[in-house]
C-alpha cells in the first residue's frame, strides 16, 4: 500500500527557523540548554504605597509563590527528558494506526520516567515516505515506522522482508519468524550499513482485496485488471494470471470507480469500507490471501548504540506491545467493517478456501526463488523463511 497524498506542514508546530534534530546519542535536552544564550534575570519589586495595599500585596506575593513553584514543577519535569527524537510513519494523521504509534510513543515516554519523548509525525512531514530510510541514517529524523518495501529500489531485499507476498496465513505467524525465527537479527543486517537499527517489527494485518468480481479460485485472476504496486506483488500477480497495473493509493478509488481496474491491492477490509471502494469493487475477499506488510520500527543505530540497557529493554517492550495492538485492535476494526458491510445486499464478502490459498503460495514460492538470486542478502533471507514454514508445515 501507498500511502495518501504527504500532509502539508513540518516538523511540529516550528517555523522554518527551527533548529533541526540531530542525530546521534549526544541529542539531549541538557546540550541543546547549552547552546541556547542565557536568559537576562528580571527583577520584580512591589512597593506599597499606603497601608491598605499590604492585604494586596500578600496576594500578589501569594500568586508569584504558587507560579513559581508550578515553573519549578515545570522544569524539572522537562529536565527528565535525556532524549527528544522525531519519529516519522507512513501514515496520514487521520489513520487508526497513527493513532497507536503516538500511544506507542506515550508508552515509552511512561515507561522511562519521562528520559525519551518521541515526536511521532505522519507521512511526508519531514521527507517524502520513501525517503525515511536516508533520513534516519543521516540524522534528519531519529527514526520510523513503516512499510520497508518502500525502499525496494534501494535493495530488493527491503520488498522481500517487507511484504513476502502469499507467505502469511496471519499476522502471528510473521510475528513469530520475526521474534524467533531469525527475522529481526537478518532485517538488522539489511538496515545496519544505511546506519538504523530495527527495534522490533509489527503488522497491520492481511489485507483485504476489493474486486468487482468474486475472487474464489487462482483461476479466478486470471486477465483480471488489478492495482499492484510495483515490486513483488505486481510480479506474483502476473505469474498468477492477473493483469497488474501500477498506481498508486492515492488513485485506487478514482480507478475502481471508473473501471480503470478491477480490484486492488490496496490495504485492511476496514479502511476499504471506510473509504467507500466496496460501491465499486463489491466482492472484497476477506480474510485476505496476498499481502502483510511489515511496519518497521528502526531508530538511527548512533542513538541506539548510545543507549543505556534500560533503555533498549524499554523501547523493545514497547514495540512488543504495538506489535499485539496493531494486530488485534484492527482485527476489531476489521470485524466491526465487516459486519456492517453484511448488511448491505449489494456487498459480498468472498473468503478463499485453504486449498486455493494453497495453489496461490505455491505460485509465490516460484516468485521468491527468483527474487532469492537477487543478492546474498535475498537468498540468505528465502532460505531463513522458507525453512521456518516449512517446520511449521507451511509449505
Not at 209 to 214: A, E, G, I, V
Not at 330 to 336: E, F, H, I, N
Amino acid at each position: 500500500m501507498h500511502p495518501p497524498a504527504p500532509a502539508a506542514g513540518g516538523i511540529g508546530s516550528g517555523g522554518a527557523g527551527d533548529e533541526p534534530h540531530q542525530g546521534g546519542p549526544g541529542h539531549t535536552r541538557e546540550e541543546r540548554r547549552a547552546r541556547r544564550p542565557s536568559k537576562p534575570t528580571v527583577s520584580c519589586r512591589v512597593t506599597p504605597n499606603k497601608p491598605g495595599d499590604r492585604s494586596m500585596i500578600g496576594k500578589t506575593v501569594t500568586r508569584l509563590a504558587g507560579a513559581a513553584v508550578g515553573l519549578a514543577l515545570m522544569t524539572a519535569t522537562a529536565a527528565a527528558a535525556q532524549y527528544e527524537w522525531t519519529f516519522q510513519t507512513s501514515e496520514t494523521a487521520g489513520e487508526p494506526t497513527f493513532k497507536y504509534k503516538q500511544e506507542w510513543a506515550q508508552n515509552v515516554a511512561t515507561m522511562s520516567g519521562g528520559r525519551i519523548k518521541i515526536e511521532i509525525l505522519p507521512t511526508g512531514a519531514v521527507v517524502p515516505h520513501n525517503q525515511t530510510l536516508d533520513a534516519v541514517g543521516s540524522g534528519i529524523l531519529q527514526g520510523h515506522l513503516t512499510d520497508p518495501s518502500y525502499f525496494s529500489g534501494i535493495n530488493p531485499a527491503f520488498s522481500m522482508m517487507g511484504n513476502l507476498v502469499g507467505a502469511w496465513g496471519n499476522p502471528l505467524e510473521f510475528l513469530e519468524y520475526m521474534k524467533v525465527g531469525g527475522g529481526e537479527a537478518l532485517y538488522n543486517k539489511l538496515v545496519e550499513p544505511y546506519g538504523l537499527h530495527m527495534i522490533g517489527a509489527a503488522a497491520t494485518g492481511l489485507e483485504a482485496l476489493p474486486s468487482k468480481k468474486p475472487i474464489r479460485t487462482v483461476a479466478d485472476l486470471k486477465g483480471l485488471k488489478i492495482r499492484a504496486p510495483e515490486g513483488m506483488v505486481y510480479d506474483i500477480f502476473a505469474k498468477a494470471g492477473a493483469a497488474p497495473v501500477n498506481l498508486p493509493g492515492s488513485e485506487v478509488y478514482t480507478a475502481l470507480e471508473k473501471g480503470v481496474i478491477d480490484a486492488a491491492d490496496y490495504t485492511v477490509f476496514a479502511t476499504n469500507q471506510a473509504q467507500g471502494l466496496h460501491k465499486f469493487a463489491n466482492y472484497p475477499s476477506y480474510p485476505g490471501f496476498h499481502s502483510l506488510p511489515m511496519v518497521d520500527v528502526s531508530i538511527n543505530k548512533k542513538i541506539w548504540d548510545g543507549l543505556s540497557p534500560d533503555l533498549k529493554a524499554i523501547l523493545v517492550t514497547a514495540t512488543d506491545k504495538l506489535a499485539y495492538d496493531l494486530v488485534f485492535r484492527l482485527k476489531k476494526l476489521d470485524l466491526a467493517a465487516v459486519a456492517e458491510a453484511k448488511k448491505d445486499p449489494n456487498i459480498h464478502i468472498v473468503d478463499m478456501a485453504p486449498e486455493e490459498r494453497v495453489k496461490f503460495r505455491q505460485i509465490a514460492q516460484k516468485e521468491w526463488a527468483n527474487w532469492a538470486k537477487k543478492n546474498d542478502l535475498c537468498g540468505e533471507f528465502f532460505k531463513s523463511v522458507t525453512a521456518f514454514m516449512s517446520e511449521r508445515g507451511m509449505i
